[in-house]
T-cell receptor, first 114, second 112 residues
Framework: NAGVTQTPKFRVLKTGQSMTLLCAQD?????MYWYRQDPGMGLRLIHY???????AKGEVPDGYNVSRLKKQNFLLGLESAAPSQTSVYFC?????????????FGQGTRLTVV | GEDVEQSLFLSVREGDSSVINCTYT??????LYWYKQEPGAGLQLLTY?????DMKQDQRLTVLLNKKDKHLSLRIADTQTGDSAIYFC????????????FGSGTRLSIRP
């Protein structure tokens, strides 16, 4: 059981380049989340999804887009990367929170924008 | 909006108890969580408590909730070197159960 898998694990981008981070979960979870982790700031929610075909903005959505075309995948896109987007990105998924609120996390993607 | 606050660092001697504190602002919080992050890894749920509870104990872990003061604590008894990690407090509510709000994390280091 793989759980939550993020690809890639590391990436270096030049300012202005674009990229897509992929998150895949095999637990049939409805909810999926993208967070960024910066020193001293904890995890900040970028975007989230409450089901296939739905997305919603979190605390810090600017500069990012997401898509949830399939239930098991949640993609995070950076259209024009900026140095301020240098961070560690975590994807998470959870079942219906009315039943179980535990969130399962991927291993993270370390992104550096130069 | 919702906010969760923690101190950034805690250092304890091996074998002592560690107490990590957290305050939150959302009075409608339903679930309060403690997650653990080891170096280079994602977060793993340690324990959680419903807002209608005052205390929850799970082996070496004790969670205390003071709902009036919106204060949550995690006590780790007999702290071991394997407990070195960053501990995150988090909360969610029925009204926004799709969002889990995290604190900044407390880095726990163990002295021999």
């Amino acid at each position: 059981n793989a759980g939550v898998t993020q690809t890639p694990k590391f990436r270096v981008l030049k300012t202005g380049q674009s990229m897509t981070l992929l998150c895949a979960q095999d637990m049939n979870h409805e909810y999926m989340y993208w967070y960024r982790q910066d020193p001293g700031m904890g995890l900040r929610l970028i975007h989230y999804s409450v089901g296939e075909g739905t997305t919603a903005k979190g605390e810090v959505p600017d500069g990012y887009n997401v898509s949830r075309l399939k239930k098991q995948n949640f993609l995070l896109g950076l259209e024009s990367a900026a140095p301020s987007q240098t961070s560690v990105y975590f994807c998470a998924s959870s079942p219906d929170p009315r039943v179980n609120t535990e969130a399962f996390f991927g291993q993270g993607t370390r992104l550096t924008v130069v | 909006g919702e906010d969760v606050e923690q101190s950034l660092f805690l250092s304890v001697r091996e074998g002592d108890s560690s107490v990590i504190n957290c305050t939150y602002t959302d009075s409608s919080s339903t679930y309060l969580y403690w997650y653990k992050q080891e170096p280079g890894a994602g977060l793993q749920l340690l324990t959680y408590i419903f807002s209608n509870m005052d205390m929850k104990q799970d082996q070496r872990l004790t969670v205390l909730l003071n709902k009036k003061d919106k204060h949550l604590s995690l006590r780790i008894a007999d702290t071991q070197t394997g407990d070195s990690a960053i501990y995150f407090c988090a909360e969610s509510s029925y009204s926004s159960a799709s969002k889990i709000i995290f604190g900044s994390g407390t880095r726990l280091s163990i002295r021999p």
